[in-house]
């Protein structure tokens, strides 16, 4: 049985809880101080609908200050989880700008993407509500969850679904030829 891999970028603004997310799922581990990410790479095998898939994640870095390093993690990304924290607006406000640096380094209209609210267990602080970020993902034409690394919502589910995203991609690709013989 052959094994797929698929490459999964994480992005969305500073402190959202990209990297909590990531090292709950490829750990089991809430992180709940670190330093800021520049850039961390893991790799975890997962079991999607009985297909053994193994993600290699690459947590990107929220600050501006890297924001140049972002066209290069999404050439090579083949998946995108875009984070933002519910008790933060901006940070909802932020991914526009990135979904649409994705679509025009990829050079297409659409591609495998699930847009990500974190932090639910903090309910009383949200800013974000769920209609709205349901509206948005409407929009966009991907999934929407809301997360939290603390309490172990949603995070398999998520990285579950963007590996279905991939997976369905690249059927259709695959299918439509790609592929000459020159004899």
Not at 7 to 19: F, R, T
Not at 35 to 46: A, G, L, S, V
Not at 97 to 105: A, C, E, T
Request: proline share 3%; hydrophobic share 35%.
């Amino acid at each position: 049985m052959n094994v797929k891999e698929y490459k999964v970028v994480v992005l969305g603004s500073g402190g959202v809880g990209k990297s909590a997310l990531t090292v709950k799922f490829v750990t089991g581990q809430f992180v709940e101080k670190y330093d800021p990410t520049i850039e961390d790479f893991y790799r975890k095998e997962i079991d999607v609908d009985n297909n053994p898939s193994i993600l290699e994640i690459l947590d990107t870095a929220g600050t501006e200050q890297f924001a140049s390093m972002r066209d290069l993690y999404i050439k090579n990304g083949q998946g995108f989880l875009l984070i933002y924290s519910l008790l933060n607006r901006q940070t909802f406000t932020d991914l526009k700008p990135m979904r649409d640096q994705i679509l025009r380094v990829k050079n297409t209209e659409s591609v495998p993407l699930i847009l990500v609210g974190n932090k639910s267990d903090m309910f009383d602080e949200r800013e974000v509500s769920a209609n709205e970020a349901k509206l948005l993902a409407e929009e966009w034409g991907c999934p929407h969850f809301e997360t939290s690394a603390k309490n172990n919502n949603n995070v398999d589910e998520v990285f579950a679904e963007i590996v279905r995203r991939m997976k369905t991609t690249q059927k259709g690709s695959s299918s439509k030829g790609g592929c000459c013989v020159v004899l």
